[in-house]
């Protein structure tokens, strides 16, 4: 089992910027491939960005492509995401995962592991 524990989430101006905390607990968490998803009230869960399990491969949504970066520090057991040039479609529950293959995945299927997600709203 792994458990995952987001932080970070707010209130925001557009333009501005939030960083979001995933804090891991059980399981070795270097072991793990991690995913940011986001959920807009009334819409489906969405693919944000990916990161391998040694950090060295990134992938992320067309929609957050050069506004946010993933991140992740195995020592600390926490993943990242640094969102900047916020908007208020970027308005969602943002949600990280864990995923036991060791390659960053968009599949929501993939991911074994949910946080219980951080609320993100950017005011226009």
């Known amino acids: 089992q792994v458990q995952l524990v987001e932080s970070g989430g707010g209130l925001v101006q557009a333009g501005g910027s939030l960083r979001l905390s995933c804090a891991a607990s059980g399981r070795t968490f270097s072991r793990y491939a991690m995913g940011w998803f986001r959920q807009a009230p009334g819409k489906e869960r969405e693919f944000v960005a990916a990161?391998?399990?040694?950090?060295?491969?990134?992938y992320y949504a067309d929609s957050v492509k050069g506004r946010f970066t993933i991140s992740r520090d195995n020592a600390k057991s926490t993943a990242y995401l640094q969102m900047n040039s916020l908007k208020p479609p970027d308005t969602a529950v943002y949600y990280c995962a864990a995923n036991s293959d060791h390659n960053p995945s968009s599949s929501l299927q993939q991911y074994d592991y949910w946080g219980q997600g951080t609320q993100v709203t950017v005011s226009s």
């Open positions: 990161i391998s399990w040694t950090g060295g491969s990134t």
